[in-house]
């Protein structure tokens, strides 16, 4: 089992930036693959980005390329989602996942999944 923890979510004005952790405990070394995706009510949980374990592999969505980063922290076994020029379309709750095959853009291929941390912009 891996337990996924996110926090760093909040209110930021749109153009500014929030940067989100996700810490994993457990059974880290099962993990390859660490994905954030969001969700807004009565909407699918959509892919944001992911990471592989170690760093060399990165996806984003079409819509956050070049605002979002994501990043590792393998000593800490943190992932972060640095996120900039943030627009109110954003809003979300940002959910942290993880699994042992790589990472992916679709949520069906993680197995772990964190609380999720609501992140709202205002216009």
């Known amino acids: 089992q891996v337990q996924l923890v996110e926090s760093g979510g909040g209110l930021v004005q749109a153009g500014g930036s929030l940067r989100l952790s996700c810490v994993a405990s457990?059974?880290?070394?099962?993990?390859?693959?660490v994905g954030w995706f969001r969700q807004v009510p009565e909407k699918e949980r959509e892919f944001v980005a992911a990471?592989?374990?170690?760093?060399?592999?990165?996806y984003y969505a079409d819509s956050v390329k070049g605002r979002f980063t994501i990043s590792i922290d393998n000593a800490k076994f943190t992932v972060y989602l640095q996120m900039n020029s943030l627009k109110p379309e954003d809003t979300a709750v940002y959910y942290c996942?993880?699994?042992?095959?790589?990472?992916?853009?679709?949520?069906?291929?993680?197995?772990?999944w964190g609380q999720g941390t609501q992140v709202t912009v205002s216009s």
């Open positions: 990471i592989s374990w170690s760093g060399a592999i990165t």
């Open positions: 457990g059974r880290t070394s099962s993990s390859s693959g």
């Open positions: 996942a993880a699994n042992g095959s790589g990472p992916s853009s679709h949520k069906a291929a993680y197995d772990y």
